[in-house]
C-alpha cells in the first residue's frame, strides 16, 4: 500500500468499490464510482502498489502532460475517502482496473485497510450484459451471502455459479472477515453495452439511495441517459431485425415485471422513495399536502 496522503479519523465509513474491465458493462460500475467521488469531492490517501498487481502490456501506463512537463501515470487501484457525504458518514472508495494476478493478496490488502479505518459495510458495483431492453428500467439486483446483511437491508441471495471477477472476490473476501458485504449488479442491454451506458450508473446510484435511505446528487446523468435511449432508439429504428428483437425484449421484460406489480410492492417502493427525499422519517407518516 502506498500512502499518498494522512488518513483522517472517519466517522462509521462503509467503502465502495468498482473496478474497470470484466465486472464493467457500459463502463456503467467505474462512471458510478467516479460519479461520487466528484460530487462529495473525495481525496487520494492511498494507492496499491501496482508492481504488485498488474501486467502493463494488458494495462499500459500513459504519458501524460501535468503542470508543463510530461510523466507516466500508472493504472492501478487507488483508495479516496470522501466525508461530510449524504450518508450521514463518511465513505471509502475504492477505484480501480481489475488486476492482473495476486487477487487474493489484492483482496487481503484492501481488507487490511477496511479494518485499519473501521469500515463496517462493503458495497461492490458492477454492470453485466444482459437480454433487456434499453427502453425499459435497467434491472439491478443486490445480494448477499449473509443472513444478517440480507435481514437489515432487504436483500436476496445469490444463486449464481459461474466465472467471477475481482467484485466477487473482494466480496466474499468482505463477508469472510465478517463485514457486511452488498454485491450490487446492474444489467446493461447487450446490443448497447460496449459504449458507456449512463442509463445504467444511473440505476446502480438509485439502488445506493435505497440501500442507504439517501438521495445522491444526480448532475447531468439523468440528460446523458436521455440521450443515449434516444441514440439507441435510432440505431434500433434504422435496422428491422434489432427493432423486432428489442420489441420481443419489451415485451418479455413487461411479462416478468407484472407480478412484481402488487400493492405492497408499489407502497414499499413508494415509502421509500418519501424517506430519500425527507418527506418521511421512520416512525411517521407521509406529510400532507
Known amino acids: ?127 453485466l450484459m444482459a437480454d433487456v431492453a434499453h427502453s425499459r428500467p435497467i434491472p439491478v439486483t443486490a445480494t448477499s451471502d449473509r443472513p444478517r446483511t440480507r435481514d437489515l437491508f432487504d436483500l436476496e441471495q445469490s444463486t449464481y455459479e459461474g466465472p467471477t471477477g475481482i467484485v466477487g472476490v473482494l466480496s466474499d473476501a468482505a463477508h469472510q472477515v465478517g463485514l457486511d458485504s452488498i454485491s450490487c449488479w446492474a444489467a446493461v442491454p447487450h446490443y448497447a453495452g460496449h459504449t458507456p451506458s449512463p442509463k445504467a450508473t444511473l440505476a446502480l446510484l438509485a439502488r445506493l439511495e435505497d440501500l442507504f435511505d439517501v438521495t445522491i446528487e444526480r448532475g447531468e446523468l439523468e440528460e446523458d441517459a436521455h440521450a443515449w435511449e434516444r441514440g439507441i432508439d435510432e440505431f434500433a429504428a434504422a435496422d428491422t431485425e ?32 418519501l424517506r430519500r427525499r425527507g418527506h418521511w422519517g421512520p416512525g411517521s407518516e407521509p406529510a400532507a399536502d
Open 1 to 127: 500500500m502506498i500512502e499518498l496522503e494522512v488518513v483522517p479519523e472517519l466517522h462509521r465509513p462503509i467503502m465502495i468499490a468498482a473496478f474497470e474491465g470484466w465486472n464493467d458493462a457500459g463502463e456503467a460500475a467505474s462512471a458510478a464510482l467516479e460519479h461520487l467521488a466528484s460530487i462529495w469531492g473525495a481525496e487520494a490517501v492511498a494507492a496499491l502498489d501496482p508492481e504488485d498487481y498488474y501486467d502493463f502490456q494488458v494495462n499500459r501506463p500513459r504519458v501524460v502532460i501535468e503542470d508543463g512537463g510530461r510523466r507516466i501515470s500508472w493504472r492501478t487501484t487507488r483508495i479516496l475517502i470522501a466525508q461530510d457525504t449524504e450518508l450521514g458518514r463518511d465513505v471509502v472508495l475504492v477505484q480501480g482496473v481489475e488486476p492482473s494476478f495476486r487477487w487474493r493478496a489484492f483482496a487481503i490488502e484492501l481488507m487490511e485497510f477496511a479494518d485499519t479505518v473501521g469500515v463496517s459495510t462493503v458495497v461492490t458495483l458492477g454492470a
Open 242 to 273: 434489432v427493432a423486432e428483437y428489442v420489441e420481443s425484449l419489451e415485451e418479455a421484460q413487461d411479462t416478468a415485471e407484472l407480478p412484481e406489480a402488487s400493492g405492497d410492492a408499489i407502497a414499499k417502493e413508494f415509502e421509500r422513495y
